[in-house]
């Protein structure tokens, strides 16, 4: 996504400082004031505090390493430098906690888990 580089925290020709988002003083890359946006507009309650945009922020970034991380691993075991949807489904419905926190989820072009029954499986002699 080109065209969205931080801003630092330098002096301006005045001495005055530039603004900082809220995300970068956080420290996280997920945007801080989209989310609280997104609280306020949602009518979740009537008043929303700005360290629960904060949180939740940090807690959707978290969520999303932990699935990128996954699916990264799932699309190197394929011998693949680009995710697909193919690999987040892997990753998630091979991961107990993400399997159960996205249980009725659905990923457009994810597939099936391979699986077969044993039963179906030639016999061994």
Not at 18 to 32: D, N, T
Not at 70 to 99: C, F, M, S, Y
């Amino acid at each position: 996504m080109s065209g969205r580089g931080k801003k630092q925290a330098v002096a301006g020709p005045s001495g005055s400082v530039l603004k900082r988002s809220k995300s970068a003083r956080a420290g996280l890359q997920f945007p801080v004031g989209r989310v609280h946006r997104f609280l306020r507009r949602g009518k979740y309650a009537d008043r929303i505090g700005s360290g629960a945009a904060i949180y939740l922020a940090a807690v959707l970034e978290y969520l999303v390493a932990e699935i990128l991380e996954l699916a990264g691993n799932a699309a190197r075991e394929n011998k693949k430098t680009r995710i697909l949807p193919r690999h987040i489904q892997l990753a998630v419905r091979n991961d107990d906690e993400l399997n159960k926190l996205l249980a009725g989820v659905t990923i457009p072009q994810g597939g099936v888990l391979p699986n077969i029954i044993a039963q179906l499986l030639p016999k061994k002699t």
